[in-house]
């Protein structure tokens, strides 16, 4: 038989995990999500960049997978444990919208922000979360994952 202690750190556990549940519903429709990026000899200026958005809304390679509606990669402002540029990729169209072929785009002199070109909405996506913070939207943008390989960065769903 368990302690009380035990109990109730077997308890305070169970909550604190089921809290980790990737149960997140996104109104952007799940597409496939497949792209890789040199950042050497592709897109070298991108590479170690801070506050810098790629941006892919057609696919350039038959291999490519962008998402709903085109990826919008963003070099952060802080870095990981090995030093290298932290990157955050997420999809382009607005939640608010959830149409294709609406989409955010960054938004000039606003470090990390992407605004909707038809509602309005404004995300911030400067540490990886894609709040919104102006507008009607209150949905982050369907965020991707971005692994750094070397020179090669990985986008995925």
């Known amino acids: 038989m368990l302690s009380k202690s035990k109990t109730y ?5 169970a909550i ?6 990737d149960s997140y519903v996104s109104s ?3 597409y496939q999500v497949n ?5 050497t000899t592709t897109y070298p200026t991108f590479k170690n960049s801070t506050n810098q958005f790629l941006l892919f809304e057609t696919r350039k390679l038959e291999t ?3 998402g709903y509606g085109g990826i919008i990669v963003y070099s952060g402002v802080g870095l990981d444990d090995s030093g290298n540029t932290i990157y955050y990729a997420f999809d382009m169209s607005c939640p608010y919208e959830a149409k294709k072929d609406i989409r955010v785009h960054p938004v000039e002199d606003e470090m990390g922000r992407v605004k909707c070109e038809e509602c309005g909405s404004v995300y911030d996506l400067s540490f ?3 709040n919104p ?4 939207s209150t949905e982050v943008l369907k965020k991707y994952k971005a692994t750094l390989n070397g020179d090669v960065l990985y ?3």
């Open 128 to 130: 990886g979360s894609a």
């Open 155 to 157: 986008i995925y769903r």
């Open 64 to 66: 490519d997978r962008i």
């Open 9 to 13: 750190l077997l308890l305070i556990a």
């Open 35 to 39: 792209l890789q990026l040199n950042l």
């Open 133 to 136: 913070v102006e507008g009607p």
């Open 16 to 21: 604190f995990l089921s809290g980790c549940d």
């Open 28 to 30: 952007i429709p799940d």
